[in-house]
T-cell receptor, first 114, second 113 residues
Framework: AQSVTQLGSHVSVSEGALVLLRCNYS??????LFWYVQYPNQGLQLLLK??????LVKGINGFEAEFKKSETSFHLTKPSAHMSDAAEYFC????????????FGTGTRLLVSP | DAGVTQSPTHLIKTRGQHVTLRCSPI?????VSWYQQVLGQGPQFIFQ???????GRGNFPDRFSARQFPNYSSELNVNALLLGDSALYLC????????????FGPGTRLTVL
């Protein structure tokens, strides 16, 4: 079974600082990887996805992630944090034969201070 | 275009009761998936339906069931509710292919007392 591990349940940054949220995956086949964001009391919004095209994936709101097969990682970054980035971030891998199932990590809460 | 919609927004039930949650997918999407998100955890896959047939099932007991209607909307049913069923239930729609994005609705918050 495929899985993802998100290191750090909480990450704190100052406004304007670099955001780095870590995700490592375990997969026996080339993975499809996703980053979602969840704001309080809301559903999940897709930030970006990797589907074996370019290894550097650009998403919405200035976020990007780099797929590194040698490190089995798919870390999410943003050069400059904004207060509105404070939310829960989930990394997910798609698995399933004949169906589509997302396997999520436990999430990382991003805190942004002024 | 309207996104994925879910109803109700919040629901309070007591142990042993039955609950039905509803989901309408994005127009043109034929697949609906259900996820359970317990507080402090990532979402867990329950079911995927495509063209009115169950295509995948997660590790959930038979108390959980679902169906998809001809208009591609879906219902999730949970029988004999337990306290541990308290969670945010998320519905996601997609075209179906494994690379497709799953678009999530706002969820239904179920509290079991």
């Amino acid at each position: 079974a495929q899985s993802v591990t998100q290191l750090g349940s909480h990450v704190s940054v100052s406004e304007g600082a670099l955001v780095l949220l870590r995700c490592n995956y375990s997969s026996s086949v080339p993975p499809y990887l996703f980053w979602y964001v969840q704001y309080p009391n809301q559903g999940l919004q897709l930030l970006l996805k990797y589907t074996s095209a370019a290894t550097l994936v650009k998403g919405i709101n200035g976020f990007e992630a780099e797929f590194k097969k040698s490190e089995t990682s798919f870390h999410l970054t943003k050069p400059s944090a904004h207060m509105s980035d404070a939310a829960e971030y989930f990394c997910a891998v798609s698995e399933g034969v004949g169906f589509q199932k997302l396997v999520f990590g436990t999430g990382t809460r991003l805190l942004v201070s002024p | 275009d309207a996104g994925v919609t879910q109803s109700p927004t919040h629901l309070i039930k007591t142990r042993g009761q039955h609950v039905t949650l509803r989901c309408s997918p994005i127009s043109g999407h034929k697949s609906v998936s259900w996820y359970q998100q317990v507080l402090g955890q990532g979402p867990q896959f329950i079911f995927q339906y495509y063209e009115k047939e169950e295509r995948g099932r997660g590790n959930f007991p038979d108390r959980f069931s679902a169906r998809q209607f001809p208009n591609y909307s879906s219902e999730l049913n949970v029988n004999a509710l337990l306290l541990g069923d308290s969670a945010l239930y998320l519905c996601a729609s997609s075209r179906f292919d494994s690379t497709d994005t799953q678009y999530f609705g706002p969820g239904t918050r179920l509290t079991v007392l």
